[in-house]
């Protein structure tokens, strides 16, 4: 069984449109994350869920919406599709509340976003 | 705020060759310290940690040393395999940080 699953593995779109990432995660985690990788492999945080709450919204803009339904699923959801956010897209979830520095992030397979 | 500094790739090697790849890291506090492996079309799989000062992590044959002395946490193994071809990020989280704040990525390959 999967531990974290992202639908779709890959997502070529025009500009403008909008377009919606999946994430789920059968472990149980209370925290779920998403990360951005550019073409230079760099990685950074976008959002921190915890319990279907947003903890961290990492200066992302107001074009990505992510939402959790409960605590087992985070989407993310981006309207007006810009070039730049050609991107893998990775979800992440970890087991405790995010307080404690030594949790483990256990890390979907990424979505493949490309803008045309 | 954190940030995390990796020795730029690629990087290149032979079988059985040693491999170290470096990594700093600036955190107040007392941050737990990652390596992360991202295989070739795949996520991100946690390959060791640690959480204090002059802990070790250790895993597949790799290790790294928490170093607090000189905010470092290097990556070793002492013989590669092809199957290390791959890349490894350097991470930090912090106690409320809720995010792992990663290096920029050193991709290896090993040449059979």
């Known amino acids: 069984d999967t531990a974290v699953s992202q639908t779709p593995k890959y997502l070529v779109t025009q500009m403008g449109n909008d377009k919606s990432i999946k994430c789920e995660q059968n472990l149980g985690h209370d925290t779920m994350y998403w990360y951005k990788q550019d073409s230079k492999k760099f990685l950074k945080i976008m959002f921190s869920y915890n319990n279907k709450e947003l903890i961290i919204n990492e200066t992302v803009p107001n074009r990505f919406s992510p939402k959790s339904p409960d605590k087992a699923h985070l989407n993310l959801h981006i309207n007006s599709l810009e070039l730049g956010d050609s991107a893998v897209y990775f979800c992440a979830s970890s087991q405790t509340t995010g307080r404690t520095s030594s949790d483990t992030q256990y890390f979907g397979p990424g979505t493949r976003l490309t803008v045309l | 705020g954190n940030s995390v500094t990796q020795m730029e790739g690629p990087v290149t090697l032979s079988e059985e060759a040693f491999l170290t790849i470096n990594c700093t890291y600036t955190a107040t506090g007392y941050p737990s310290l990652f390596w992360y492996v991202q295989y070739p079309g795949e996520g991100l799989q946690l390959l060791l940690k640690?959480?204090?000062?002059?802990d070790k992590g250790s895993n597949k044959g790799f290790e790294a040393t928490y170093r607090k002395e000189t905010t470092s946490f290097h990556l070793e193994k002492g013989s590669v395999q092809v199957s290390d071809s791959a890349v490894y990020f350097c991470?930090?989280?912090?106690?409320?940080?809720?995010?792992?704040?990663f290096g920029a990525g050193t991709t290896v390959t090993v040449r059979a």
């Open positions: 991470a930090l989280s912090r106690s409320n940080d809720y995010k792992l704040s």
């Open positions: 640690a959480t204090k000062a002059d």
